[in-house]
DNA sequence: CGTAGGCATGGAG
DNA sequence: ACTCCATGCCTAC
């Protein structure tokens, strides 16, 4: 079981809990409900939070709601949340666990849902149960929005809200395998490339360790390994370099459960030398020891600067740890970063490279911050700075990128439109369930994601339904009733046989698609109109956004050069316009600050656009300032910052959502935006980099003197705080454009232009 | 003064 | 509230 689970249960189990996204629900008599999903669609859970620290009265209601539902557990969450998930988790019955009564007091209660079609490696524990799938549908008085990563983030009231526990397999990471037996192959007669997470294999307290040191060896790899090695190789676990591991004192930090688990114990602080091979047999000697900490201890290989820089590793690059099987012979291994850029697991925080050129969103190579005894240019570029400035900027460089990581896999979808992409089967009713005036949907059959369409009407009044070919971008008229898988292409137009392939031209003309479009927007808006309850009166930076560009000029220029399209990014689907598609062919990596092209001429003036009336509004609130600087100051360049990022957003937006007719900057119209469930953590450096303009040079060229709220050494790390806006604001979210807006602008900026960027503050 | 060793600190989970 | 751990920092050499 314990490999069985690992790769769903256990993930659940561990502390796993915090990369497990949420979603918060304020109900009526439920006070907050939390959906989980552990990352794999192994495992979900909703959660409810008793926020009266002396009042339990959430659980006996918990309690008959998975009665009432089936839900197979019922539980407590303590404060950490781990101790609770485990112990429910474990349970295997239908019961409450544990001193409930006692033990929810000041804390929570869960309960977790189990699904007919059993999750990955969860047979044993799912099937017996035999529980229908349980599917939520709260009213609209209960959701408000927090986004959940994900899942469809973000929630907008208003609207039904389904959860459906399978769902998460179609847009989530393969559930890692459960096969720790090394040399396994997968399928027959090739081993997987396939760079999974692994269950840790057999240690003391193996169940304690963070997934994030899990070895994520492929079978290839294990496979050429142990035939390097001629022997059976175990993968115990892998650390990511920090910059100190990989620095020149050459002592490398073990996550104190790996070396509780797979190393020799040892009692005295000084503790042992201990012998690993590196993978060419080669054997090191390193002083395996551990500092009192905390009532704890901190374990550490010490003199491992001759193995490391033997391995050429630096900081980000993953060591990894195994074991010669039969026997006790560790194996140290390595992983670099530039190895493993597709695969890296969201929740490993790798190390900033500003300087990288970027083919990965989370780190290239890591040239710059190194071990060598050189100055890093993270530490050149602090030198000047106090120490406690340092380390603010440091562990804020650190947080981005962990941020970067784990968004990489973000939805920003918001829950009213989840909604409209939820197909369960037309001939399938749901059971309705009243559990304590609470309405809950129930479907036998996992739903499924559909694409997103528009509905609109012809002139002869007959209702018809848009979709736009995920492979051509040709819209297509399709009849209402249709539903279409999240993937459709025109050859799958089966409704229409004279237009089932993507060489046959688009029967819409702009002007319908615009209307269309536009209806769809101001449905949007009217409802959001209706559900948002304005903050402070004031235009955020995004709507300060949407609107000049709605003032501003129009976009066809770009439009134009968005002709011809290529698809030479290999992350983007054929027909992307994204600004890194449509790069001339010679135009890979950078255009100079002059550069005349349409695309760098777009970008130039729309940041133009958007700075002067950024100005403008800074002399309205003028008098604010005096009032309340410092506030002020925080929102304008958090506002700056969405200026910027939306200005480079723009330009990432497919050539559908450019009509002439539609604001391509308007976020509100979700109607038009093709949901992409693909992930693009990488695209943010490309974008800015495919335009060869940092925010910086933007600001330059724009000439516009920064102003006072114009502080880009300070641009706002707080990416969660934009997206939660992105996604509660404008009530839509973009899963690329989420990222683009994740303060990548700074990073980028510190990067190409790191000075110019110090010198707008 | 430079460096290494060892512990302390504080952010993050 | 608690642990973990990256790294700061003090002290001895």
Not at 3 to 27: D, L
Not at 50 to 64: A, I, M, P, T, V
Not at 87 to 111: E, H, I, P, R, V
Not at 380 to 393: G, L, Y
Request: aromatic fraction near 4%.
């Amino acid at each position: 079981m314990d490999s069985g689970g690992i790769g769903c249960i256990n993930c659940v189990k561990s502390s796993e809990i915090h990369s497990m996204r949420s979603m918060q629900i304020h109900g009526d008599d439920i006070p907050n409900a939390t959906f989980m999903t552990n990352g794999t669609g192994a495992a979900q859970l909703m959660v409810v939070e008793n926020r009266k620290d002396d009042d339990n009265y959430g659980f006996e209601r918990l309690l008959h709601l998975a009665r009432t539902t089936g839900a197979s557990k019922i539980g407590q969450l303590s404060h950490s949340h781990q101790d609770g998930l485990n112990a429910a988790l474990s349970a295997t019955d239908n019961t409450c666990f544990g001193n409930l009564s006692q033990k929810l007091t000041g804390s929570s209660a869960f309960m977790r849902t189990d699904y007919r079609r059993p999750m990955h490696g969860a047979k044993e524990l799912y099937e017996p149960l035999n529980q229908p799938s349980l599917n939520f549908s709260l009213r609209p008085s209960l959701v408000t929005s927090k986004p959940m990563p994900h899942f469809p983030s973000g929630i907008v009231e208003g609207s039904q809200l389904n959860i459906r526990g399978p769902r998460a397999r179609d847009i989530l990471p393969k559930p890692p395998k459960p096969s720790p037996v090394l040399g396994t192959e997968t399928k027959k007669g090739t081993a997987s490339q396939t760079r999974v997470a692994r269950p840790p294999a057999e240690g003391r307290g193996r169940n304690q360790l963070l997934p994030r040191y899990w070895p994520k060896i492929t079978d290839q790899e294990l496979k050429q390994l142990s035939g390097d090695l001629k022997s059976t190789i175990v993968p115990l676990f892998e650390k990511v370099l920090s910059a100190s591991d990989a620095g020149r004192i050459g002592r490398l930090v073990l996550p104190k459960a790996c070396a509780e688990a797979y190393f020799p114990h040892i009692n005295q602080s000084e503790g042992i030398p201990i012998r690993i091979q590196d993978i060419k047999g080669k054997e090191w000697t390193f002083q395996f020891r551990f500092w009192p900490n905390n009532n704890s201890r901190m374990y550490v290989l010490e003199g491992v600067t001759p193995c490391i820089q033997n391995m050429q590793v630096q900081a980000g690059d993953t060591v990894t740890f195994s074991r010669i099987d039969p026997g006790d012979q560790l194996v140290i291994g390595c992983r670099k970063v530039t190895d493993n850029v597709d695969t890296q697991d969201p929740q490993t925080p790798a190390l900033p490279n500003d300087d990288s050129p970027g083919e990965s969103s989370f780190s290239g190579p890591t040239d710059n911050l190194l071990s060598n005894g050189a100055k890093t240019s993270d530490e050149s570029m602090q030198q000047n700075k106090p120490a406690s400035e340092k380390k603010k900027t440091r562990n804020m460089k650190n947080k981005r990128l962990l941020m970067h990581n784990e968004d990489a896999m973000e939805l920003r979808i918001t829950w009213e439109e989840a909604q409209d992409l939820l197909r369960p089967s037309p001939t399938v009713q749901p059971t309705i369930v009243m559990i304590e005036d609470h309405a809950f949907e129930e479907y036998d059959e996992p739903p499924v994601f559909g694409k997103r369409t528009i509905f609109t009407s012809q002139h002869s009044g007959e209702q018809e339904q848009l979709a736009q070919c995920d492979s051509c971008s040709k819209w297509r008229r399709l009849p209402v009733h249709v539903l279409l898988p999240a993937k459709w292409t025109c050859s799958e137009n089966i409704w229409d046989s004279n237009r089932s392939s993507c060489s046959v031209p688009e029967d819409i003309n702009s002007s319908d698609l615009s209307a269309a479009f536009r209806v769809c927007k101001e449905s949007k808006r009217r409802r959001g109109a209706d559900n948002k309850t304005s903050k402070d009166g004031e235009p955020s930076g995004l709507d300060a956004l949407a609107t000049a560009a709605v003032l501003g000029d129009n976009m066809d220029d770009l439009a134009e050069s968005l002709v011809g399209a290529t698809t030479k990014h290999p992350r983007h689907r054929p027909g992307c316009t994204c600004i890194v598609c449509i790069q001339p062919p010679s135009g890979k990596g950078k255009h100079e600050p002059t550069c005349e092209c349409n695309v760098c001429l777009t970008v130039k003036r729309r940041f133009k656009t958007l700075m002067l009336r950024k100005k403008q509004r800074q002399s309205e609130l003028a008098a604010e300032l005096v009032l309340g600087k410092d506030e002020t100051q925080v929102d304008l360049k958090s506002e700056d910052d969405d200026i910027a990022g939306r200005a480079l957003l723009q330009m990432n937006l497919p050539e559908s959502e450019k009509g002439k007719d539609t604001n391509p900057m308007d976020l509100d119209d979700g109607s038009k935006e093709q949901l992409d469930l693909n992930c693009h953590p990488d695209r943010e450096n490309e974008l800015v980099e495919a335009a060869g303009m940092s925010l910086a040079t933007l600001i330059k060229n724009a000439d516009i003197p920064s102003g006072a709220g114009l502080q880009k050494k300070e641009l706002p790390s707080s990416e969660p705080d934009l997206l939660s806006r992105t996604a509660s604001e404008s009530g839509e979210c973009i899963v690329d454009e989420g990222n683009i807006l994740s303060g990548d602008v700074e990073q980028k900026n510190k990067g190409e232009d790191g000075e110019s960027g110090t010198d707008l503050n």
